[in-house]
C-alpha cells in the first residue's frame, strides 16, 4: 500500500496569513492525489483534484501543486473558516489511501 | 444538488451485521462510481471500497481490513447505496460516509461528493 504522510500535522496561524501543508507518497502517484478539507463535526469537503484542479466551487485561495512524489497545498489569506483538518489522498490505484492530516489552527 | 444520506448506523455486538445504506439524489445515479470511507471519531480518513458504475459492470475494490467482511452493492432503481457489514470488530466502530466520485480528464475517479455520515459502534 502507498503510505501517505503529511506535515507538518499541526501548525498554528494568524487571519491573513499564507500556509503551506505538504505530503510525501511512500512511492510515485504521478499526480494522481487529492486534498480535503474537513471541519469538526462535518464530513469531509473535496478540494483539490489530479494535484492541482480545484474542485467546483472551492475558491482560488486553495492551490495544489506538485507530481511523483512531493506535493504541496497552499492556502492564501486564511479566513477564519478555513481553520480545519486537511487530508492529502493517494488516487494512483487501490487502496486508495490518505495522509494522516494536518490541523490548521488559530494563532 | 447533489445529496447523499446515509442511514442504518447504531450499536451493534460484536461479530453480527449491519446494513448501511445512502440515499443519492441530484445527479444520473447510474454514471458514477461511489464509495464508502470511514473515520474513528477523532481520528483519520480510511477508505473501505468502492463500486463502479454501470459501464464498468459495476465491479468492486475493497480495503484489506475489511475485504470478505464488507459487500458493497447499489440498486439503480432506488438510487441507492449500500454496505453490507458482517463479522463486525469492535475496530469496525466509525463514522461511515458514502461518497460520489467523478471522473478526472485522464479517467481517474476522485471523491466528489460526501454525505454526512452515519455511526456504527460495535460493542458488547
Known sequence: DIQMTQSPSSLSASVGDTVTITCRASQGIRNHLAWLQQKPGKAPKSLIYAASSLQSGVPSKFSGSGSGTDFTLTISSLQPEDFATYYCQNNDGYPLTFGGGTKVEIK | ?124
Not at chain 2, 57 to 78: C, D, L, M, P, Q
Open chain 2, 1 to 124: 444538488e447533489v445529496q447523499l444520506v446515509e442511514s442504518g448506523g447504531g450499536l451493534v455486538q460484536p461479530g453480527g451485521s449491519l446494513r448501511l445504506s445512502c440515499a443519492a439524489s441530484g445527479f444520473t445515479f447510474s454514471d458514477h462510481y461511489m464509495d464508502w470511507v470511514r473515520q474513528v471519531p477523532g481520528k483519520g480518513l480510511e477508505w473501505i471500497g468502492r463500486i463502479r458504475n454501470k459501464a464498468k459492470s459495476y465491479t468492486t475494490e475493497y480495503a484489506a481490513s475489511v475485504k470478505g467482511r464488507f459487500t458493497i452493492s447499489r440498486e439503480e432503481a432506488t438510487n441507492s447505496l449500500y454496505l453490507q457489514m458482517n463479522s463486525l470488530k469492535p475496530e469496525d466502530t466509525a463514522v461511515y460516509y458514502c461518497a460520489r466520485a467523478s471522473s478526472d480528464s485522464s479517467g481517474y475517479y476522485y471523491f466528489h461528493y460526501w454525505g454526512r455520515g452515519t455511526l456504527v459502534t460495535v460493542s458488547s
